[in-house]
């Protein structure tokens, strides 16, 4: 049972990748902007602002998605006053 509740979990990680992939390339196609989707597996509003931010330094900004309310609104706003790029939702 735990092999089927560890590949479950694999699969549910990997859920957002599609559209994620989708927006990258909406972004290259409309914007000019090369991107692609990192997607994180943590619901700690903390771990994610601090994931973003040991790596924010090789990316000119950062597009969340997929972060329910008030986390999203949390990691957003600790992330503008921290960092020197763009951060959106």
Known sequence: ?????SARRILDQQQPMPVMEGKAMLFKEFGGV??????????????NRADRQAIAVAFGGIN???????RCFQIEDRLK?????????
């Open 1 to 5: 049972m735990a092999q089927r509740c």
């Open 34 to 47: 090369q991107c692609f989707p990192i997607c994180l597996n943590t619901k700690d509003p903390d771990r």
């Open 64 to 70: 969340l998605e997929d972060i329910s309310a008030p």
């Open 81 to 89: 006053e921290e960092l020197n790029i763009p951060v959106c939702s």
